[in-house]
């Protein structure tokens, strides 16, 4: 019997505007993307440790119409570009409003588990990591190891994020999920 398998994959979740890259507001240009200081650099050390690298993202503005999801496609060629190939395993995007909220938009936890499913992904060893306290409500519901709020929006909403850790850069992040 193949335990590991069986076990489940580890993951990380990241949230994609204002974790991964600079969140510009409905970003739906290649040309706005601009990763985020450490990011390209360190991303691949937590992929060698074994985990799958999943973008969970909000992308209202489809919702909203302010672009299409053939936009949102074009910006994630160009974020993979920058970060390099095969560094994302799998991206799952919401378009939903708030208005119209649903299981699958954070901090509902349906991308993750979705995402779970799909990929044989083992919630229980994964983390979330973002900048907004609906991040790391998701992990939480979805049930994932930790939750870390990260980047320039995270100190508002700490108390209420449940977030194992709030990060001030993303080389904290990766240095408390390899510390275990
Ligand atoms: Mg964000």
Same mark, same amino acid.
């Given at each position: 019997?193949? @335990?590991?398998?069986?076990? &489940? ?20 240009? !290649?040309? #706005?993307? =601009?990763?985020?200081?450490?990011? &390209? @650099? ?9 985990? $799958? ?7 209202? &503005?489809?919702? @909203? ?15 993979? $570009? ?15 409003? !708030?208005?119209? #909220?649903?299981?699958? @938009?954070? !901090?509902? !936890? ?7 499913? #799909? ?17 790391? =409500?998701?992990?939480?519901?979805? *049930? ?6 990260? *980047? ?18 993303? =080389? ?9």
């Amino acid at each position: 019997m193949d @335990r590991g398998k069986a076990a &489940g994959q580890k993951a990380i979740f990241l949230d994609r505007d204002g974790t991964l890259m600079r969140d510009v507001g409905y970003c739906c240009k !290649p040309a #706005e993307v =601009q990763l985020l200081e450490g990011v &390209g @650099r360190l991303l691949p050390e937590l992929k060698k440790a074994g985990y $799958k690298i999943v973008i969970v993202t909000n992308q209202s &503005g489809i919702g @909203r119409g302010y672009f299409t999801e053939e936009d949102f496609w074009s910006v994630q060629r160009e974020l993979e $570009k920058q970060l390099g190939a095969g560094v994302i395993d799998a991206t799952y995007f919401c378009a939903d409003t !708030p208005t119209n #909220e649903t299981e699958r @938009r954070k !901090p509902n !936890p349906g991308m993750l588990l979705e995402a779970a499913r #799909e990929l044989s992904l083992d919630l229980e060893q994964s983390y979330m990591v973002g900048d907004k306290v609906s991040d790391t =409500q998701a992990g939480i519901r979805a *049930g994932v190891k930790a939750t870390i709020l990260f *980047g320039a929006a995270a100190a508002e909403g700490t108390m209420e994020s449940g977030a194992a850790l709030v990060a001030k850069d993303f =080389q904290e992040v990766v240095a408390f999920i390899l510390g275990g």
